[in-house]
């Protein structure tokens, strides 16, 4: 694979076009109301480019698009064998601009740039070959029934889709939800964080480029005040799909009931239990998959194992351990290839990082590692890998999610204090445990409230896997062929034959 070196990417980014307009009914187009907003690159806090800020007006505009060509039939009809081999040429679209892709995600973002061309591009082009491959494997039921009867039961795409996507994983994220969505015969409006729009901008023009048909992939850029409550109340919206914090998803809920009571499917963060036994079968392994799994994408990630439930009896080496590796994570430009940990997404964020350090610090948790910010050439927004031990579970770093590089531990001295101390939260998403023990390991993994559980590994992931919170952590799942159910209706019909 023959990539850019440092030069090449810095060289891309100097001649970046920025995509600054919603994409609507196939083409591009600014705001009805000609305001804008600005997204800014976190490795300089420089302004990147003016956007488009959507509103409710341009939010209307889309839906009328996406039912205009949802009742064509062009696409809600179309074979699905159809529908797929377009899906799978949007996937192939999507590597072949790769590059472009990740530079976009880089700078959107603030990650480093080798984690968004390998990791980020390649799963969301997998995500929509996948589902492109899927389509038409999934097939209607017939009942049994007297003879003169024939009964069945269908699933019918719903119509339009409001997609609502983080900033952590943009793409990838949106092909979590646009590649089953699709592939049942839906129209989509997706709305990008406001930080990081561009990728998805790009992923609708190719959409066109693949077979898509105009109408059927909007984007509206905006704020979450503007664009995405527009879409959640909207009365023409039949579902709506979103990831990222609980309350934002609460609200989707708020507006669901105060509209067209639309299917509402969210995925809301969680405070991930990454358990490891003092009999842990690797601990090598389990050492780095601790670290790597809070210090990677600058812990931005709704999965992170932010919370480590270490046996006391190996505690200390442990943390020093995991310690060691975060040492190695060092702030650099993202667009250095040797880069491996990036800037935080914006200044808000950054700063509630940092409250959540001193938080920590201020309720007695013990400082191993970090706790401090770093620059790049003097600029942007670089917290340093962290870590506290001695952490108890009612503390508010061990309560509520960070979304950045903070490792809280917290000793346990059998699997059962581990198992209750790990179902106390609110949230219910990913856990890991560590164990040569398969009696121990099967009972935590049933007993853990979390919809994802990884034994001897952490986040282990398969696009044929679902991926979904219990409590707090959301409503259904992304991923896997189950995810296509949020995205339909089950119709029951019943014909008498003369």
């Known amino acids: 694979m023959n990539l850019p070196d440092y030069e090449g990417w810095k060289n891309l ?38 956007m488009s800020a959507c509103d409710a007006a341009d939010v209307d505009l889309a839906v009328k698009a996406a039912r205009a ?9 179309m074979a699905a064998r159809d529908r797929g081999a377009i899906l799978q040429k ?35 082009s997998a995500a929509l070959k996948w589902y492109g491959e899927a389509i038409d494997k999934i097939t209607d039921e017939i009942i049994a029934t007297p003879d003169n009867v024939r009964a069945t039961i269908t699933r019918e795409p719903m119509g339009v889709v409001g997609v609502v996507v983080p900033w952590n994983f943009p793409l990838l994220m949106a092909c979590w939800k646009i590649a089953p969505a699709l592939a049942a015969g839906n129209s ?33 850029p905006g704020t979450g005040i503007d664009a995405g409550a527009a879409i959640g109340l909207h009365q023409d919206v039949d579902c709506l799909t979103f990831t990222g914090s609980t309350k934002v998803g609460k609200k989707f809920l708020e507006y669901s009931g105060q509209s067209n009571m639309k299917a509402v499917w969210l995925e809301c963060g969680g405070k991930n239990p990454n358990i490891v036994m003092a009999d842990c079968p690797d601990m090598d392994k389990a050492v780095m998959n ?26 200390d080496e442990f943390i020093e351990k995991v310690a060691a590796i975060g040492k190695t994570r060092i702030p650099g430009d993202p667009l250095n290839p040797e880069t491996n940990l ?87 998403l990913a856990a890991g445990i560590w164990t040569r023990d398969i009696n121990v390991a099967h009972k935590a993994a049933r007993d853990i409230q979390a919809g994802a559980v990884s034994i001897n590994s952490y986040n282990s992931i398969d696009i044929a896997m679902p991926f979904g919170g219990y409590k707090q952590s959301g409503i259904g799942v992304d991923k896997s062929l189950h995810a296509i159910e949020k995205y339909t209706n089950i119709k029951s019909t019943w014909l008498e034959l003369g």
Request: hydrophobic share 45%; glycine share 8%; net charge negative.
């Open 188 to 220: 989509i409006i997706l709305k990008p964080s406001e930080q990081t729009p561009q990728s998805i901008l790009k992923l609708a023009e190719l959409a066109i480029e693949a077979g898509i048909p105009d109408g059927v992939f909007n984007v509206v």
């Open 342 to 428: 990036g800037a935080i997404v914006d200044r808000n964020q950054f700063d509630r990082i940092n409250g959540y350090i001193a938080k920590g610090q201020e309720e007695g948790a013990d400082l191993v590692l970090g706790g401090d910010t770093s620059t790049v050439d003097g600029k942007g927004l670089y917290v340093n890998p962290t870590i506290f031990k001695n952490v108890k579970n009612d503390m508010t770093i061990a309560r509520e999610e960070i979304f950045g590089p903070v490792l809280s531990a917290i000793s346990f001295t059998d699997i059962d204090e581990a198992v209750n101390i790990a179902n106390d939260s609110p949230y219910g």
């Open 13 to 50: 980014a100097a001649n970046f076009e920025h995509k600054t307009n919603a994409f609507i009914n196939g083409d591009y187009a600014a705001s009805q109301s000609g305001k804008t907003y600005q997204t800014i690159n976190p490795a300089t806090e420089t302004v990147m480019a003016e």
């Open 90 to 124: 949007l996937a192939e679209l999507v590597l072949e601009n790769a590059d472009s892709l990740a530079l976009m995600e880089c700078l959107n973002v603030g990650k480093p740039i080798m984690e968004a061309r390998m990791a980020d591009i390649n799963l969301a």
């Open 69 to 77: 060509a949802f009742n064509s039939g062009h696409w809600s009809r």
């Open 290 to 315: 601790a670290a790597m799994n809070v210090f990677f994408n600058q812990g931005e990630v709704c999965a992170a194992a932010s919370r480590l439930l270490i046996e006391e009896s190996i505690r």
